[in-house]
């Protein structure tokens, strides 16, 4: 199993200090490779790497040394569309940010001498993008909501993501509108989860019963009776923490025909003073619209007449979900990040990562307990299982995972223009850190890796034999105004002379 332990976490790494540099600053022993960065050509067709690196997920072709990594494309900036005037994208700035921004898949391998590549003659290697055709499925598929539409064009802003229980990649719409914008496309088309095979070029999904948010990720789990449960956080100020539920139960021997189990099931939101799961359902919302006591709750800015008007259907809940989930008394977060369900006990870790408008500046990771430690339950409790904050060394956690040994790796997004500045200065750079969820040390976190100038780390991703780490550098550079004076030059590759987003594969976990 994996090198770490929990009770000598910190002698096997020496956590490092923050910095400021343009570098990916790893402990001693640690190194990375790029495999993978913005353009870079990924298969025969000569398709091209997408830009703003996010969510990572690896399935094995030959165990740990060879797979497909699926890698999701956030957003453009200044390095792939050049300085934009006046807030109007061009014609061709348009083109641009459609295809840059969406998914990759890439086939990647580690070389004799222990250097991952990618491989350039891969027949699985395609790009998913603002061009590519997706189907609905759900109750918002046909609706006046998505204006009948049953089929859709693109995916955007593809924020983090998660994988099924049959090996697929369900990828996140998160901040949709501006790009749709951009494109004069349909609005409601946008902001789904999407689901990918990557071996399957011909299979992709957009799941409406998911609802319709600023999706962060998704964390699917399987409850004590079968059904399968998935956690999602919509990443706005004041915005609200979501489980689905399926109404049938998995079977492992049918694969992939388990993904009808996202088209029929029930949308809960958190209430967090009652400790309840509440259904987001039409009949739901209807109740209280018609209670003579109906007030508009805070966060709803519409009036009784235009919520009664826009929600008639199951599919107009799950097209206008964040209205839909505080009327039926969703609590309003401080911005839900990513979700990750502990494989070891089923609580259940929330980041959420700030919000300036509650002073809560610098964040804090909650952890839900559900009752009986069934990820169907109707009731949990909580607790705050680590505050961001001077005291802990880290700022705005945003991304999750596990490791074997029950340790929280979570890399932290400070935003841009707040870097190595006022009440942020100690934290420097954006990183990555380790906190133990058991032992000693739970709740310490630990630094392990700082970020380039301007950028993020997100998507981590372990290979199966946790030796390898990916994990992406999101938007360095990203205060670069003036093309010839780049803020970050990272990877710095050889005559380069801007910044280029990518994913690194780190390794050096094995103490040899
Ligand atoms: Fe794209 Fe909420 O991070
Ligand atoms: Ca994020
Ligand atoms: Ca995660
Ligand atoms: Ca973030």
Redesign the pocket.
């Known amino acids: 199993l994996f090198g770490f332990s929990t009770n000598r976490v910190s002698g096997f790494f020496e956590p490092i200090a923050p910095s400021k540099e343009d570098k990916l600053v790893l402990p001693p022993r640690f190194r990375y490779d790029v495999v993978a960065a913005y353009d870079d050509r990924i298969n025969p067709a000569g398709e091209k790497f997408g830009q703003g690196c996010?969510y990572n997920a690896y399935f094995p072709l030959q165990g740990s040394d060879r797979g497909l990594l699926v890698t999701n494309h956030?957003y453009t900036n200044i390095f792939s569309l050049g300085p934009i005037h006046n807030d109007q994208l061009t014609a061709v700035q348009v083109e641009k940010e459609l295809y840059y921004q969406g998914m990759s898949v890439t086939e990647i391998y580690k070389n004799e001498q222990g250097v991952w590549k990618l491989d350039p003659t891969s027949t699985y290697a395609r790009r998913i993008n603002g061009f590519t055709s997706f189907e609905l499925t759900g109750p918002a598929k046909g609706s006046a909501a998505v204006n009948q539409a049953a089929k859709v064009q693109g995916t955007f802003?593809n924020?983090?993501g998660g994988i099924t229980l049959w090996n697929t990649v369900l990828s996140c719409e998160?901040?949709f509108q501006e790009t749709a914008n951009h494109a004069k496309l349909d609005p409601t088309h946008y902001g789904w989860v999407v689901e990918i095979d990557p071996k399957d070029a011909q299979y992709r999904k957009k799941h409406t019963a998911l609802g319709r948010f600023?999706h962060?990720?998704t964390a699917m789990g399987l409850a004590s009776n079968g059904r399968i449960v998935v956690y999602m956080?919509d990443?706005k100020k004041d915005a609200c923490v979501y489980k689905y539920i399926s109404k049938g139960t998995y079977n492992k021997a049918e694969g992939r025909a388990n993904a009808k189990l996202l088209e029929d099931g029930v949308l809960y939101v958190a209430n967090f003073k009652k400790g309840q799961w509440l259904e987001v359902t039409i009949e739901a919302v209807s109740k209280v619209l018609s209670s003579e006591h109906f007030k508009v709750p805070y966060g709803v800015s519409m009036t009784k007449e235009e919520l009664v008007q826009r929600y008639k259907t199951q599919g107009d809940v799950v097209t206008y979900c964040h209205e839909a989930a505080l009327l039926v008394g969703g609590t309003p977060t401080d911005?839900p990040?990513?979700i990750e369900i502990s494989p070891f006990d089923n609580t259940v870790f929330i980041c959420h990562?700030n919000n300036d408008t509650h002073g809560n500046i610098h964040g804090h990771i909650t952890r839900i307990f559900e009752a009986q430690d069934n990820l169907a339950a109707n009731e949990f409790d909580f607790e705050i299982f680590a505050a961001g904050g001077r005291q802990s060394g880290f700022s705005s956690p945003?991304?999750l995972i596990f490791d074997s040994n029950a340790q929280l790796w979570v890399v932290t997004?400070i935003s841009t223009s707040s870097h190595n500045k006022g009440v942020y200065k100690s934290f420097m750079n954006n990183g990555l850190f380790v906190i133990p969820t058991t032992g000693g040390n739970k709740g310490v976190a630990m630094q392990f890796a700082s970020a380039p100038i301007d950028s993020e780390l997100?998507g981590p991703f372990f290979t199966p034999n946790e030796d390898t780490l990916f994990i992406s550098v999101q938007h360095p550079g990203e205060n670069t105004t003036d093309l010839s004076k780049p803020t970050s030059t990272w990877p710095h590759r050889k005559g380069d002379k801007i910044a280029r987003c990518g994913v690194v594969a780190i390794s050096g976990f094995k103490l040899s």
């Open positions: 996010d956030e802003a924020c983090s998160e901040n600023n962060e990720n956080g990443d911005r990040e990513d990562t945003d991304n997004d997100t």
